[in-house]
């Protein structure tokens, strides 16, 4: 190593050394809060929106937000919010839209905060037409006291916990945050996130649900569908009693892929490295094909269709009743 480059990095490391030091006396002198160290100023804000509304759109950045039904009757969202990135409300045309009112200037990009932005929606009523939210990084809770005829969600690293159900179509895509459904009714679903982890519980989709990801992890739970069509590059897939009136169709490159006590008239499930193995609750007409993989499945020669492809994978299949 030269003589010039141990010099560097003897700077580095006391430049490091010295803002640890100067960190550490700055907690001690806030009594450990973190929170008096940001460089953001933060205020809590109460929104009333006036007028009646059937839809609902929300476009916010990094605010998490959390759904509630208002006692009182009245519409409001109370914020805790950077004091130079508020929001907005109000009733335009029948839709309670809420908005981001950012007021800071290039050089306010410049700061650190320990705390995050919240926003509490008080709704006055459980039924709605639509629900659309737009996010980047806030996480979303919508519990079960509402329905929707649609719900949409559009987000990048955020996570969703969703009970809220909708008569027509519930539709989630994320770039990198999860996804956790539980006690939903709807007649289409349809999840997308390239990293983030799917969680499906006891779900009640009148006809299709479909499910794409990259290297999240899928698990649907006691939840029943016409048929399903899911796929991911290199994330499992487990179906736990999961009953489809018509078809499942599963691809994954290097994902296993696992059913338990689960069942379609027809199942199609092609991947490349990953295991096919689990119970079905019916005979099946079994075509199998692998290249190095091991294959066991039963010897039915009467039920609905069950093809299972692999390269190097195993393939091994249990019919119990």
Request: glycine letters at 8%.
């Amino acid at each position: 190593m030269s003589k010039e480059v141990k010099i560097w990095l003897t700077a580095a490391a006391a430049l490091v050394a010295l803002g640890v030091i100067l960190f550490a006396g700055a907690m001690l002198a806030n009594g450990g809060d973190l929170n008096k160290l940001s460089s953001v100023t933060y205020t809590t804000n109460t929104y009333e929106a006036d007028g009646d509304f059937q839809n609902i759109s929300i476009n916010v950045e990094t605010t998490r937000i959390e759904f509630t039904p208002a006692d009182d009757g009245q519409c409001k969202i109370v914020c805790f919010e950077d004091e130079k990135v508020r929001h907005s409300a109000s009733v335009q045309n029948g839709t309670l839209v809420i908005d981001t009112v950012d007021t800071r200037k290039w050089y306010d990009h410049i700061s650190f905060s320990f705390s995050q932005p919240k926003m509490t929606v008080y709704l006055p009523r459980n039924e709605y037409d639509s629900l659309l939210i737009e996010t980047d990084t806030g996480d979303i809770t919508i519990p079960k006291d509402f329905s929707f005829d649609t719900l949409k969600i559009d987000g990048d690293t955020c996570d969703v916990d969703c009970s809220a159900s909708a008569s027509h179509s519930v539709e989630i895509e994320l770039s990198t945050g999860d996804i956790r459904l539980e006690e939903i009714a709807t007649e289409q679903l349809k999840l997308t996130t390239d990293t983030g982890r799917i969680q499906i519980y006891t779900a009640d989709v009148g006809a299709n649900i479909a499910i794409e990801t990259d290297t999240g992890r899928v698990e649907l739970t006691d939840s029943s569908c016409i048929d399903l069509y899911a796929e991911s590059d290199t994330g499992s897939i487990t179906l736990k009693r999961v009953i489809g009136a018509g078809s499942f169709t599963i691809k994954s490159d290097t994902g296993d892929i696992t059913f338990d006590h689960s069942d379609a008239a027809g199942i199609f499930v092609n991947t490349d490295t990953g295991d096919v193995t689990g119970t079905l609750l019916s005979d099946k007409v079994f075509l199998t094909e692998t290249s190095t993989g091991k294959i066991s499945v039963p010897k039915t020669v009467s039920g609905g269709k069950c093809e299972l492809e692999t390269s190097t994978g195993d393939i091994k299949i249990e019919v119990v009743s």
